[in-house]
């Protein structure tokens, strides 16, 4: 049976936008591998795959590192497990 955690989007703040980045016009999806603890904080990262932006991965890494996750459950009881979180760099005209 898999165990997956996910995150609380309600605490944790989106990553700011590098602004070296927003002016180079740079975007992309960082994915993250995030091992969430029993407790719901982060307890490894890892960059699975680059937005091919080095500014977009710290910014995203640096943020991630300290949210707050929904950890997994194994019959009820919080457990450690492993997640891939998606961040979206995007920017918006107007």
């Known amino acids: 049976m898999e165990v997956t955690a996910h995150p609380d989007y309600r605490l944790n703040?989106?990553?700011?936008y590098p602004p070296s980045a927003r002016r180079r016009g740079?975007?992309?999806t960082v994915l993250l591998?995030?091992?969430?603890l029993e407790d719901g904080t982060v307890g490894a990262l890892e960059l699975k795959r680059s937005s091919?932006?080095?500014a977009l991965d710290d910014s995203a890494l640096n943020a991630v590192k300290q949210w707050v996750f929904y950890p997994g459950r194994r019959a009820g009881v919080p457990v450690a497990s492993w997640v891939t979180v998606p961040v979206k760099f995007v920017l918006r005209s107007g």
């Open 13 to 16: 703040p989106k990553p700011p």
């Open 33 to 36: 591998r995030v091992r969430v």
């Open 26 to 28: 740079e975007q992309g």
């Open 52 to 54: 091919g932006h080095e």
